[in-house]
Each structure stands twice: as structure tokens, then as C-alpha cells.
């Protein structure tokens, strides 16, 4: 079968460290190109200043991208490539606002190509045995904490404090993304609070209260934490079993008991995925870790807090 040509357009950490490894890994793709607007001479294949120079100039000689830019400039890029007839992996998350994600499923429609909204910490093992051990159960409680240094994990980074650029939400996403892929039960915000830094345009840390029936459902997300990483999700259920997803949900607890998982890692899986998507003329479009972002800036009360600098 002929392998799929594919080109990286945002040639940043997260394309370096992890999509490239993952295309070089699979025969199903072959990396011919990237685009990005600072050279990166030690990227494969030809390198292009912009998402367009690179669509003109390799016209027919392309079937796919990965688009690895900060979310502000995905639109643009994954509507030129579907415009293109090209098949398109949205890194997460897929878009900046709502609109931007229902116009580019439409338009994959329109062009039959492959759109693939790639959520990678869905791709955690651990994530699709906590679903099926949650699925038709009663969820009583639910918990996210995911705390980091924003400092440690986004050194330089300005766009993160630009509208735009999600703020904590950045990582918190992630959490956003295992947890509607879990439950057995809709995630709606209910409530939340945003705090703000007085000198920046994204929020530091959040607060959100889901809409529950039961019991407490909510999520705790804050950059501030300098002791290490915790990046944890708890359900209980109503026959008082306890699943624990650690690790941003590499590991998972039952019960306090751990279970082992192989595979071959996130972005290994995702790029099958996106694989067998372009095989079978499918796409994957999942924005529901968007909407909840979406319905916590709808929702919330600011607050401002001190200055980032
Ligand atoms: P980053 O290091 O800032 O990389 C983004 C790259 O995009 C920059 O290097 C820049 O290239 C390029 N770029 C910016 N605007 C562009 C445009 N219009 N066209 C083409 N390229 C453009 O950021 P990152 O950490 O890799 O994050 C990128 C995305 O991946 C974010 O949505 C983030 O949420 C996601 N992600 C990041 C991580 C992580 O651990 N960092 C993990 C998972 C997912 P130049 O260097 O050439 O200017």
C-alpha cells in the first residue's frame, strides 16, 4: 500500500518531541515536508515558511497534515489544507473557538478528506480501561486535579497568555479530554471561576462546578503549583468502587490497586489512528473538551490575581 505523504506545519516542542518520532515510526507515512516561520534546518524533508508556500509547493507531491502550531493559527491552516484536498491531524486543541471546529467538520464533508481532532491523552490505555470500567455504572463524585508549573512546562511561551491561547486550559484540556471519554454521563459547567493575572489576557488557574445529580463534580486546574506534577482524575461509583486515573492518565488505580499497561505510547496511537481514518475515508471530529472550555468562560466570574511575569 502506498504510504501516506505527510507534512508537519508548526515546528515546535510538540512536533519535534513527539509527532516526528511517531510519523518516522510508522511505515504507513512517509514526512516530506514541514512549515514553520523560523528555519529549522535539522527538520526533515523541504522546509516552507508558511502553511501556504508549503500547499503550492508541494501540490501533488501531498496527502496529509499535522498541524503542530498554538491553536490561534489552526483555522487558517486546516481550511487552505481541506481546500487542498488534504487530509488534516488537528494537534489539541483543535481549534480556538467552537465556530472554528463545526466550519472545518463541514468542510472535511464537502472535500471527503480526513479530519482528525487528536486529543492524546485519550490515547492512554489506562483512559479506554477506566471507560469501560466506568461504563454503565453511577457516578457519585468526580474530581480533576491537574497542577503544574507553568513555568517548568511553558518556558518563553507568550501565546499561551494571548486570547486565544487558552491560558491553564492549555493543560487543562487535557483533563477535559479524559474525562468526557470516561464518563457514561454528559459533562456540563455548571459554574466556575477564572483567574486572571491583572497583566494577562488567559487565566492562571480555574474552578468548575459540572451539573451533577449526585454527588460533587468538579475540576481544580492551576499553574502556580511548583511541587512537581499532579495531574489526577477520581471517580466513585455508587457500588463503592474507586477508579483513579494518575500520571495525566497513564496510570490507573482501582480500588488503590494498580494496573499495568504496555503500548506503544500516545502519539504512536494516534497516528495509527489517523492512518486508518485516511484508509477508510473516515474523519474523527470530537470538540466536547472544547465546549466545556467554551462554557467555563461562558459561565464564570473572573478574578483577577497577581501579576505573571
Ligand atoms: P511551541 O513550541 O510554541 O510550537 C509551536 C510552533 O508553531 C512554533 O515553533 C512556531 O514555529 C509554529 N508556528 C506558529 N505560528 C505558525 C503558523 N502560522 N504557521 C506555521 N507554524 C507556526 O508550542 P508547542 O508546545 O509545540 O504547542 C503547540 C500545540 O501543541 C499547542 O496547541 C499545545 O497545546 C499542543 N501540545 C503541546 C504539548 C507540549 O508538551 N508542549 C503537548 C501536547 C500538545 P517557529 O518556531 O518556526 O516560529
Not at 10 to 25: E, N, R, S, T, W
Not at 35 to 42: G, I, L
Request: glycine share 10%; charged share 20%; aromatic share 8%.
Amino acid at each position: 500500500m502506498m504510504s501516506i505523504r505527510i507534512a508537519i506545519i508548526g515546528y515546535g516542542k510538540i512536533a519535534q518531541d513527539q509527532h516526528m518520532p511517531a510519523i518516522l515510526a510508522n511505515p504507513d507515512f512517509e514526512i516530506v515536508a514541514t512549515a514553520s516561520p523560523h528555519p529549522h534546518p535539522e527538520a526533515p524533508g523541504q522546509a516552507f515558511g508558511t502553511h501556504g508556500a508549503l500547499i503550492a509547493g508541494m501540490a501533488g507531491r501531498l496527502d496529509a497534515v499535522a498541524i503542530c502550531t498554538p491553536p490561534a493559527a489552526r483555522y487558517a491552516i486546516a481550511r487552505d489544507a481541506l481546500d487542498a484536498g488534504l487530509h488534516v491531524l488537528l494537534e489539541k486543541p483543535p481549534a480556538a473557538t467552537l465556530g472554528e471546529i463545526q466550519h472545518l467538520e463541514a468542510l472535511a464533508g464537502q472535500s471527503r478528506r480526513t479530519l482528525f481532532t487528536a486529543w492524546h491523552a485519550q490515547h492512554n490505555p489506562a483512559v479506554d480501561a477506566a471507560r469501560a470500567l466506568l461504563a454503565g455504572k453511577v457516578v457519585t463524585a468526580f474530581h480533576i486535579h491537574w497542577f503544574e508549573d507553568v513555568r517548568k512546562w511553558h518556558p518563553g511561551q507568550e501565546w499561551i497568555w494571548e486570547p486565544g491561547g487558552f491560558g491553564v486550559f492549555d493543560p487543562g484540556i487535557n483533563a477535559l479530554s479524559i474525562a468526557t471519554r470516561i464518563l457514561p454521563v454528559p459533562l456540563f459547567v455548571r459554574a466556575a471561576t477564572l483567574r486572571f493575572p491583572s497583566n494577562r489576557q488567559t487565566p492562571i488557574a480555574a474552578s468548575l462546578t459540572f451539573a451533577s445529580e449526585r454527588g460533587a463534580f468538579g475540576a481544580e486546574l492551576d499553574w502556580r503549583y511548583t511541587e512537581g506534577e499532579r495531574w489526577t482524575i477520581r471517580a466513585e461509583t455508587a457500588d463503592g468502587g474507586v477508579i483513579e486515573l494518575h500520571d495525566g492518565g497513564a496510570t490507573l488505580l482501582v480500588n488503590g490497586e494498580r494496573r499495568a499497561f504496555g503500548g506503544a505510547g500516545e502519539y504512536r496511537s494516534i497516528y495509527e489512528r489517523f492512518a486508518a481514518l485516511i484508509r477508510t475515508g473516515q474523519s474523527d471530529v470530537d470538540s466536547d473538551p472544547l465546549r466545556i472550555v467554551a462554557d467555563a468562560y461562558l459561565a464564570g466570574r473572573r478574578e483577577l490575581v497577581e501579576p505573571f511575569a
